[in-house]
């Protein structure tokens, strides 16, 4: 069977003016990722990221480590949700001060999100996201031949989505599995005359003993 690892991007800055650049902690847990695939010895033969500035970086520097010559190909389909128009629209704004009481609003402001449906303000609302991911992860599995393996650089939103989607609890994948993604973590599905599947969700042993401070959540 094929095999498609969904990355999560390293860590954003958080608090800063830009908040998609890579932190510094971002490019070195990205680092530890490519370090990771190494070891696994999976032979990729397609390799996607979404447009965002946090994804490609994670994907160039987890690929200058891994060796390979797979192009990346970028697909905003890829892309997270607009955590700030969200949160505008369902919470009112919040500002980018303090991590913790940031992730309340959002929790709040993303179930709102998705009970609004197609009627949602939203530039994006949740049916056209969870539609998007869905394409997504459809025509990746489509390009791949028998046996074929496939990594793409993305974000928690995303990977929780496309794992609710497969476990049939879109909302819930978002909601539940979302806030405990961490940064730079691996989830892995697998593709044959089944369909595909969830195999593991969030694999993060890399950040643990002697990389136990690279391990963030947002």
Not at 136 to 145: E, F, K, P, Q, R
Not at 161 to 189: D, H, S, Y
Request: charged share 20%; net charge negative; proline share 4%.
């Amino acid at each position: 069977m094929g095999a498609i690892y969904l990355v999560r991007h390293g860590q954003a800055s958080f608090g800063a003016a830009d908040y998609d650049a890579l932190s510094p902690r971002g490019f070195e847990q990205s680092t530890v990722v490519g370090a990771e695939l190494l070891r696994r010895e999976v032979s990729f033969s397609q390799v996607r990221s979404g447009s965002l500035a946090r994804q490609r970086d994670t994907a160039a520097t987890a690929l200058k480590v891994l060796g390979t010559d797979v192009p990346v190909v970028e697909d905003p389909r890829w892309n997270e949700y607009d955590h700030v128009d969200i949160a505008l629209h369902h919470a009112g704004g919040a500002p980018q001060e303090d991590s913790r009481a940031y992730q309340g609003v959002l929790d709040a402001a993303l179930t709102a999100w998705t009970s609004a449906g197609d009627s949602g303000p939203c530039a994006e609302t949740w049916p056209a996201f969870m539609t998007r991911c869905r394409d997504a992860l459809s025509d990746l599995v489509a390009s791949l031949g028998k046996g074929e393996h496939a990594v793409v650089f993305t974000s928690g939103g995303v990977i929780a989505t496309v794992c609710g989607l497969l476990m049939g609890t879109p909302e819930a994948g978002l909601l539940k599995l979302n806030r405990v993604t961490v940064n730079g973590g691996i989830t892995k599905l697998v593709s044959g005359r089944g369909g595909v599947t969830l195999l593991s969700f969030n694999e993060h042993p890399h950040f643990e003993a002697d990389a136990a401070r690279l391990l963030t959540y947002r």
